[in-house]
């Protein structure tokens, strides 16, 4: 038996049974929890105590980090319509500028503000693979290679899912110039993985997945090689797609492949909890109810989604039917998974005029049962143990202000409820622990000046 050798004392805890009090938190040098003790006793000699209540870590289940770097730059009309389609154009002459020491200090910034928000885990959903015209680099990881650094370096925990980019449109189409950079077979991209492994061996804080990037940009067969080629290497590991985020693209599938991209996926494959559905928003009736009991995870970026005009994903219903989702941000427009989660419910309020729609008659508290949620669906999207302060899951947490004023004077059950609804000045996460290491002490981490001179360095270099 591993040896506890670190500990927390915390008056709150929120457990998997909800807020517990007087909890005794132990881990071990691996930074796994070993024992979580609630009603424990308080004056345990050299045990030291959290400043607030803490709370699980959040999983931030889809990230592109280079997008960090463009956020607010493409808020402005450059055509008579401006759409998803006009944004991605803007995104692929960004993403063409992008060289590996920028990308290094981009992620390693986005991850500091991760961290601070309280996201300690992050499923990086890699694509930029190669130089700018598509030739390989030396080592052909290079780049996937600069964000596992980056997450190393922040101690942010991370999935790394290199992704598989082969085709422009649905039926196979040839890549655009401006996709080279993206584009792998299957072949080559378990390559890839295999030297990104020998480079970084998956421990506690890293794991491997892939990322089939769309439907529109694989095919059946190459689907089906790339997950042969994962499970001969890293059985049951994650697999991330993005879905069906835009109604272009589902017309697209209708036509040419007779099906809607959430059914075809489901009829043709073993779709079960090891899949990430990114942007399943445009479902109808019959795909929120099978996506649920697929017990595939729904990737909601609300952020994200809102920013370039997605739509609306059917929460109600899919919450309904028991289906599981994470949250994720994405374009990085904002790195907090309190946004996340409170224009979840906004977009429902909204569009049906009525308030606290995502609550039921069980967890009549929104926030609550949203954190929960995307905690559960969260951490079986990344493939690691997290999610839950239970012994045998990693030691990532964040302790909260409780005099902040978000939340001052309330009692536990509102807690959840202010943090995730109001908007009062500063951040109410106050620490946060990763892999047991307090990466966060007082709102800063402990490499933030330095992180932050790297990415203006990096920012001024893709402007100028
Ligand atoms: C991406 N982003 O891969 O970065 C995509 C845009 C695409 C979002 N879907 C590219 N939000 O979907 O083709
Ligand atoms: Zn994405």
Redesign the pocket.
């Known amino acids: 038996m591993t040896q506890s050798n670190q500990s927390l004392f915390a008056e709150y805890a929120y457990l998997p049974d909800g807020w517990r009090r007087n909890v005794l938190l132990e881990w071990n040098t691996d930074g796994m929890l070993t024992a979580v003790t609630p009603d424990s006793t308080a004056a345990t000699p050299g045990v030291a105590y959290a400043a607030g209540p803490v709370l699980p870590g959040m999983p931030n289940l ?3 980090a280079f997008q960090r770097a463009m956020a607010g730059l493409t808020e402005y009309r450059a055509n008579a319509t401006d759409t998803f389609w006009s944004w991605r154009d803007l995104m692929y002459r960004f993403a063409a500028r992008i060289s590996p020491e920028g990308l290094g200090a981009i992620a390693q910034w986005l991850y500091i503000e991760m961290l601070k928000a309280g996201y300690t885990s992050v499923c990086e ?1 890699h694509y930029v693979h190669h130089t700018p015209d598509g030739t390989r680099y030396v080592n052909p990881a290079e780049l996937a290679g600069r964000v596992v650094d980056a997450a190393k370096h922040t101690g942010i925990g991370m999935t790394m899912l290199p992704v598989l980019y082969q085709y422009s449109g649905f039926g196979s189409q040839a890549p655009r110039a401006d996709q080279q950079r993206f584009i792998n077979t299957p072949d080559s991209l378990l390559d890839l993985l295999g030297k990104l492994r020998d480079a970084h061996a998956e421990d506690a804080s890293l794991r491997y997945g892939v990322a089939p990037h769309s439907l529109r940009a694989v095919s059946e067969d190459s689907l089906r090689a790339v997950l042969g080629g994962l499970d001969a290497m890293l059985p049951g590991a994650p697999v991330h797609i ?1 879905i069906a ?1 835009q109604t272009a693209e589902v017309d697209a599938c209708l036509e040419t492949e007779g099906a809607r991209p959430v059914q075809w996926l489901l009829d043709r494959f073993d779709v079960d909890s090891r899949w990430c559905l ?2 399943a928003t445009h479902v109808d009736a019959d795909e929120t109810v099978a996506l649920a009991k697929s017990g595939a995870i729904a990737g909601l ?1 609300l952020t ?1 989604e809102a920013n370039l005009g997605d739509g609306i994903f059917p929460a109600r219903e899919y919450l309904e039917a028991k289906g599981r989702f994470g949250i ?1 941000s ?2 990085h427009i904002g790195v907090d998974w309190r946004s996340e989660l409170r224009l979840l419910e906004y977009g429902q309020r909204l569009s049906r005029r009525q308030r606290n729609v995502l609550a039921s008659a069980e967890a009549t508290h929104v926030a609550d049962r949203l954190y929960a949620a995307a905690l559960d669906g969260g951490a079986r999207a990344t493939g690691h143990p997290v999610g839950a302060l239970q012994a045998g899951r990693r030691a990532d947490w964040l302790v909260l202000d409780a005099d902040h004023a978000s939340i001052a004077g309330h009692g536990p059950d509102s807690w959840l409820s202010g943090v995730v609804f109001c908007e009062h000045g500063e951040s109410p996460v106050r620490d946060v622990y990763a892999g047991g290491e307090k990466l966060v002490d007082n709102r800063r981490h402990r490499d933030e000046e330095r992180a932050y001179a790297q990415y203006r360095v990096a920012l001024a270099d893709l402007l100028k």
């Open positions: 889809h990230s592109h959903f993005h985020e990114v942007h970026c994200t994720g994405d374009s």
